[in-house]
């Protein structure tokens, strides 16, 4: 029985997830598929230049294994850049600890901690700048924070059996 993996700590969870290559035409693309923490290795470390062991042990894995899904990252980024195919971001094992919010009262938009989660669902919690409580998660399609069941990520880290 393999054993399971591990789930890979992401502090970025991106904005945009779907790139095209110009010129193109739509029925001759193809597309190639980018982990979210496939782009939190490449962000860690050719967009912040940390060493390697500091960008594992943010990732919360070993070198080896950080090592293993920056190769798979860039290889398909090349892949992509190379052959003309569009890069789609989304999937893998990851947990993130923030939610991207937006007040509907005032517009302000922020990153909230699932640690406050509990808070708005028992109606305790509310807009730092105008003290609206009509706050969604600003992925979430409209709903109350997303508590991780949004496209975006995954939600609060879960123990696993």
């Known amino acids: 029985m393999p054993r399971p993996v591990k789930w890979r700590k992401v502090s970025f969870i991106p904005g945009v997830r779907y790139f095209l290559p110009a010129g193109v035409s739509q029925y001759e693309l193809e597309e190639v598929v980018l982990k979210v923490e496939e782009l939190e290795a490449i962000r860690l470390k050719d967009v912040e230049g940390l060493e390697q062991e500091a960008c594992a042990d943010r990732m ?3 070198r080896p294994t950080f090592q293993r899904i920056l190769n798979t990252a ?4 090349a892949e992509a850049l ?8 989304e999937g893998g094992n990851f947990t993130s600890n923030i939610c991207p919010v937006i007040c509907l009262g005032c517009k302000n938009e922020w990153e909230e901690s699932f640690e406050n989660y509990q808070k708005v669902l028992e109606g305790d919690y509310s ?3 105008c003290g609206s409580k009509d706050i969604v998660c600003r992925f ?7 508590g991780g ?3 975006r990520h995954h939600g609060p880290p879960r123990e696993r059996p």
């Open 60 to 62: 919360e894995v070993s």
């Open 140 to 146: 979430g399609r409209g709903r109350r924070f997303c």
């Open 74 to 77: 860039r290889a398909k980024v």
């Open 82 to 89: 190379v052959n003309g195919k569009a890069i789609r971001i």
């Open 149 to 151: 069941r949004c496209w």
């Open 127 to 129: 807009c730092p700048k």
